[in-house]
């Protein structure tokens, strides 16, 4: 007899409640689990969100300039723990969302591809034997619609998530089975036609903050 792996959310149902949103699941796959979320930041709050992170990206990309990666030529910040009001109700209802208390959460992690700019495949978790406080799930926003390409994607699962500005994807690689993290391996598609904006939250096993 196989037992099945617990799972971090229990998605019975249709929804789930956070404190100050209910969430649409629309889409689904159990093992591991994958969940496409609606509506998880509203459009201003989307719009807020790239508004405060374009000006930090500038200041960034001075100091990093040398820094060249083929792995993920986008360009990123970190929203300080919560930062300010918006960054500290959003930090909450993630959590709520991902049933992971907020001490666990890294940063709030926010992503810019313009056309051609891709993220290869990757895992979320650290590989290497003596990690002590690994990754345990994440959360990706789309913060804005991509005209072309730009999409999620897990070759593994042959399952391709389109960016739609305010929903999400959501999957976790805790299990104890490690052929089921490893099927967590993703990757962002080149952004073909416009920009792709993301906020990515990643959650810990244990306290981070
Ligand atoms: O941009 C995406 O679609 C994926 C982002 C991602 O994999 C990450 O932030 O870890
Ligand atoms: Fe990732």
């Known amino acids: 007899m196989t037992i099945k792996e617990q799972t971090i959310i229990n998605a019975i149902g249709n929804k789930?409640?956070?404190?100050?949103k209910e969430i649409h699941i629309i889409g689904k796959i159990d093992d591991p689990l994958i969940l496409i979320l609606e509506n998880v930041l509203s459009c201003a709050e989307c719009d807020t969100l790239i508004d405060l992170a374009q000006n930090k990206m500038q200041r960034a990309k001075i100091g990093k300039s040398h820094e060249v990666s083929n792995i993920r030529t986008s360009s990123s910040m970190f929203f300080e723990e919560s930062e300010n009001e918006l960054i500290r109700k959003i930090e909450t209802r993630v959590s709520e969302l991902m049933n992971i208390p907020v001490s666990h959460a890294e940063p709030l992690q926010i992503l810019h591809y313009k056309a051609s700019e891709q993220y290869q495949p990757h895992f979320d978790y650290f590989?290497?034997?003596?990690?002590?406080?690994?990754?345990?799930?994440?959360?990706v926003i789309y913060l804005n619609d991509?005209?072309?390409g730009g999409e999620t994607y897990f070759p593994s699962l042959r399952f391709t998530v389109t960016p739609k500005k305010g929903s999400a994807v959501y999957f976790e690689y805790f299990y104890n089975d490690n052929h089921m993290n490893e099927l967590t391996l993703h990757g962002g598609n080149p952004v073909a036609v416009g920009e792709k904006w993301v906020a990515t939250q990643w959650m810990r096993r244990q306290r981070y903050r």
């Open 146 to 148: 991509v005209e072309e």
């Open 127 to 139: 590989t290497s034997d003596n990690v002590i406080n690994n990754r345990i799930s994440t959360m």
């Open 16 to 20: 789930i409640v956070t404190t100050d």
